[in-house]
């Protein structure tokens, strides 16, 4: 492999908890459309097409998210180099490691390693910091691109820039933790200092080397996991038990901090991680009283601010520098300029038992076939609205504990109930008997929308026996 073209690795584990409530862990926030009708995960994806910087992108992700990612990479018509999937959270370095181990098997080759939940400007700074950060690597350095701090941030971490190297990179003199402010603002006077984007550019074969010097029980592990990994549909999932024999470690501390080929690309970009709703503020339009509105929402002398609503109509009086965010089943209110809070208040939320499932999941769970809202519970009965796309179907399966009621609202449903196959139209029903093997498909063109009704002594998701599935799930 020649090292003309550059392989993206994406990593796309992350279980965001500062965008709470719409992003949760079985949704972060590189699966949410934020600041355009894009996700982050796609915008990154449209980001990295361009055939000729860039190669298919190889994804890393959990288990949890293989679909999401399959699928939103469909919507946005961007074709995979493959799907990597940790059987754990081991931070940064090993997946990196196993990824690059993946990418580098036809031979040495450009990586340019990317977070999935960033935004980011694509122009000419932009192209400029890719293609001096890759002529670094092919003169066998590490490159990470530092960003142009516009202000004393503590959030990030810093890089200081030494001497410049021929490819118009700098060597890196030293990375600096999170600073305080102070601290913050004597590195920003010295004009040496860039912040730490968590972006990387560098060969294969060099990255390995380096790896295999600094961190050798990431290596191992790193490569154990890929030697060992199985295929599962398009996916490839690593070896558990070698995976998990890894040590839990960051990029930079095991490989970026003690080697001496670190490279920094100071990249005058527009970039932001989005990682407090006050960044998405910054990043999104306002109007002309400084206000990002979305959804169903009304604002009245109100200055500032930013509110979102996924359903509920919400309406703010009077107010400056708040933010509201109202998901289908939690609202947070705050001072805008607290956002950075929001973690602490989702780490409260996630010790008290009654809260603990507003953390992880949302009313609306979305599937490989499409996905299901939950719209009201009681004792023995729970509602949902079940949405299915079109040619896609439901594992064949049955329940123990409950039977169901479907009512077809929209679209055309095939419902195979024992040995009965039945064809269901907009306002006719089918009764799926308790222990029933049952499988529902959408055969039409449009989304086939139903409401089910479950009756039974025990409704939970894991009541569920798969006898066929065309996700691999049985």
Not at 76 to 96: D, F, K, S, W, Y
Not at 135 to 152: C, E, H, N, S
Not at 175 to 190: C, G, Q, S, Y
Not at 379 to 391: A, C
């Amino acid at each position: 492999m020649t090292l003309d073209l550059i392989t993206p690795i994406v990593l796309a584990g992350g279980k965001g908890t500062r965008l709470w409530p719409m992003s949760r862990s079985q949704r972060p926030k590189q699966f949410l459309a934020l600041t355009s009708d894009l996700s982050l995960f796609q915008m990154t994806l449209t980001r990295l097409s361009d055939p000729t910087r860039y190669r298919a992108p190889i994804i890393v992700t959990n288990s949890d998210y293989r679909f999401l990612v399959a699928e939103q990479a469909l919507e946005c018509g961007v074709e995979l180099g493959g799907v990597i999937l940790e059987p754990m959270a081991r931070n940064t370095a090993p997946a990196i490691a196993a990824a690059t181990l993946v990418a580098a098997k036809g031979g040495p080759t450009l990586i340019h390693v990317l977070a999935s939940d960033h935004d980011i400007l694509v122009d000419d700074a932009y192209r400029t910091s890719i293609d001096t950060a890759a002529a670094a690597a092919r003169d066998g350095r590490l490159a990470t691109f530092g960003i142009q701090p516009t202000g004393p941030a503590t959030g990030f971490g810093y890089i200081e820039a030494g001497e410049k190297e021929a490819s118009g990179a700098f060597a890196v003199k030293r990375f600096v933790e999170k600073p305080n402010e102070e601290r913050a603002k004597e590195m920003l006077a010295t004009g040496n200092f860039t912040w730490n984007s968590g972006m990387f550019l560098f060969r294969s074969d060099v990255f390995l080397s380096e790896c295999e010097a600094y961190a050798p029980d990431v290596m191992k592990a790193a490569k154990a996991s890929v030697d060992t990994a199985q295929s599962d549909l398009d996916f490839i999932r690593l070896d558990a038990p070698s995976f998990a024999a890894a040590p839990d470690i960051s990029v930079d501390y095991a490989i970026f901090e003690p080697t001496k080929l670190a490279s920094v690309v100071p990249s005058p970009i527009r970039w932001s991680d989005l990682g407090s709703w006050d960044a998405v503020w910054r990043e999104s339009p306002q109007d002309g009283q400084g206000n990002l509105a979305r959804g169903p929402v009304s604002l009245f002398n109100t200055r500032n601010s930013m509110v979102i609503s996924e359903n509920l109509h919400v309406a703010v009086n009077g107010l400056d520098d708040i933010a509201v965010v109202a998901s289908e089943d939690a609202i947070y209110v705050g001072k805008l300029s607290d956002a950075q809070d929001v973690g602490k208040v989702v780490k409260t939320l996630m010790k008290d038992k009654g809260t603990f499932r507003l953390t992880e999941e949302h009313r609306t769970s979305y599937r490989p076939w499409g996905g299901y809202t939950s719209l009201l519970s009681g004792d023995r009965f729970q509602v949902k609205r079940l949405f299915v796309k079109p040619g896609k179907q439901l594992s064949l399966q049955k329940h123990h504990h409950r039977s169901e009621h479907w009512v077809v609202v929209r679209g055309t449903a095939e419902i195979v109930i024992g040995d009965e196959v039945k064809t269901l139209k907009e306002n006719e029903s089918a009764y799926i008997p308790q222990g029933s093997v049952h499988r529902l498909t959408n055969p039409g063109k449009i989304l086939l929308e139903l409401v089910e009704v479950q009756t039974g002594s025990y409704l939970e998701e894991d009541d569920i026996v798969r006898y066929e599935d065309s996700f691999g799930r049985v």
